[in-house]
T-cell receptor, first 115, second 112 residues
Framework: KAGVTQTPRYLIKTRGQQVTLSCSPISGHRSVSWYQQTPGQGLQFLFEYFSETQRNKGNFPGRFSGRQFSNSRSEMNVSTLELGDSALYLC??????????????FGPGTRLTVT | SQQGEEDPQALSIQEGENATMNCSYKTSINNLQWYRQNSGRGLVHLILIRSNEREKHSGRLRVTLDTSKKSSSLLITASRAADTASYFCATDKGGGADGLTFGKGTHLIIQP
């Protein structure tokens, strides 16, 4: 079974631009979560989607948004990029039926650098 | 905000020795999980322990959970060079609210 894939793997953007990151979950997984990892703040939860609906949301500004498609693939978008948005963005998938968070399968991440 | 706090922040041991990492958290949980991350890559799930369990084993891994102290420990026995990585504990409060809350991790170095 193929693992979680994320594209692109690396991205360099300029302040003020916007960016879209993509995540393809493991086949059969309907829950996709997104996390931001930085040296200073560590791993922080952005949001979780299940069956095309945002089920949970972390404490990030509205510049961070996401969506999930009918095939469970998910995208996250960051508008008006700031230097502080430079981070490794990780997505994770799971079956997600119960709403509780059990074993999560993480992708390799997208490393975003904002200059 | 970080719920889990790992201790120590870094640990260096000789190959073959055992490594113990600790995690503390602040609120009640549904389960606690441990993940490994190699050098800025994706996280790999190691083991999950539910709030009504006290100890769990998986291969060379042993996890304990003390909900009265809000703490957990991860023991890796007979360490190998390939165990060199960062280890994170993560808690689920139940219902997925706030997602998984991760600690800042313990960086483990296994000296050959």
């Amino acid at each position: 079974k193929a693992g979680v894939t994320q594209t692109p793997r690396y991205l360099i953007k300029t302040r003020g631009q916007q960016v879209t990151l993509s995540c393809s979950p493991i086949s059969g997984h309907r829950s996709v979560s997104w996390y931001q990892q930085t040296p200073g703040q560590g791993l922080q939860f952005l949001f979780e989607y299940f069956s095309e609906t945002q089920r949970n949301k972390g404490n990030f500004p509205g510049r961070f948004s996401g969506r999930q498609f009918s095939n469970s693939r998910s995208e996250m978008n960051v508008s008006t990029l700031e230097l502080g948005d430079s981070a490794l963005y990780l997505c994770a998938s799971s079956l997600g039926r119960s709403g509780n968070l059990y074993e999560q399968y993480f992708g390799p991440g997208t490393r975003l650098t904002v200059t | 905000s970080q719920q889990g706090e790992e201790d120590p922040q870094a640990l260096s041991i000789q190959e073959g020795e055992n490594a113990t990492m600790n995690c503390s958290y602040k609120t009640s949980i549904n389960n606690l999980q441990w993940y490994r991350q190699n050098s800025g890559r994706g996280l790999v799930h190691l083991i999950l322990i539910r709030s009504n369990e006290r100890e769990k084993h998986s291969g060379r891994l042993r996890v304990t959970l003390d909900t009265s102290k809000k703490s957990s420990s991860l023991l890796i026995t007979a360490s190998r060079a390939a165990d060199t990585a960062s280890y994170f504990c993560a808690t689920d409060k139940g219902g997925g609210a706030d997602g998984l809350t991760f600690g800042k991790g313990t960086h483990l170095i296994i000296q050959p």
